[in-house]
């Protein structure tokens, strides 16, 4: 969602009516979860995506039908062996589609979601009051109305969206590696905070991408309340009057990754280090070290996207578990 705020909000303020679509349903093999979402203007230019590509020209033209009338609709997409080469999900799987043209109430929405607060929308998808719409703002982790998906309404059957702020990623080290860290993980939704209490380091001009710059000791600058379950550290200084403090406090959170730059020695000691400071074999486990999947990078870049990837993996693996 709000990867496509600004997009709409430009849209919206140069005159255009906008429709947002939103994949309600999913059955099988599909490219994109239920809750991703499109947003398509009356030009008919689009942002965001339902699919892989194989029904978003359908998709388009039944939102200018939308935006031209303003009664939504929800689209099923599937394949079958004779419809192979028409509209449908190559990929095998079913998705149902729900189109809405935006009304003020998309504002309330859109506040919530730049206010990274936790919140849900619950839209009807069919019958006579299909789009009708409530929020729930508000929500903490304990008081989820359940996971994104259908749910049964005195209505009729409605969509459920969780939306949640993005994850964190904290970078510690204002190296190399953390410039193409950070563009690597907005392209991948994080929120992106690289702390160095170096100042050549942390400079506007080598981060311009990052959504925070924090000239201070992570240690500092963090505190327990800043880190949740979705919170990620890849800490790069290879400092250890950087690292180690800020690995203590990220071993001392619910943090889901702990990556930290080094050779397999220098985590040795490093471990060591932290051993005497007492911490347990079980929390040391966490920090993932040397840092990155192993595909042989080398470049700076390289290392950046297998770190990117240990985290995806780590997501996946949370997700499942």
Known sequence: ML?????IDAWRA????????????????????AGAKMAVNARGEIAGSVSGGCVEGAVVEAALEVIENGRP?????????ETAWS???MCGGQIDVLIERLDAQFDQIAQLARARRRFAVQTVVSGDHIGARTILPDLDTGNLPGPTGLIDTPAGPAFLDIIAPPDRLYIV??????????????????????IDPRQMFATPERFAHADALLV???????????IDTSTCFAILTHDPKVDDPALMLALNSPARY???LGSRKTHAARLERLRQAGYTETQLARIHAPIGLDIGARAPEEIAVAIAAEMVKTK??????
């Open 3 to 7: 990867e496509l705020l600004n997009t």
């Open 14 to 33: 140069r005159g255009d009516a906008v429709a947002l679509a939103t994949v309600v349903k999913l059955t099988g093999s599909a490219p994109r979860p």
């Open 73 to 81: 609709q929800c689209l099923h997409f599937g394949i079958a062996d």
């Open 87 to 89: 509209v449908g999900l």
């Open 173 to 194: 080290g204002g190296t190399h590696i953390s410039i193409a860290l950070t563009t690597i993980a907005r392209t991948l939704g994080y929120h992106v905070t690289v």
């Open 216 to 226: 201070a000791y992570p240690h500092r600058a963090l505190t327990l309340d800043m």
């Open 258 to 260: 702990i990556g930290a």
């Open 316 to 321: 996946a693996g949370a997700r499942a578990s």
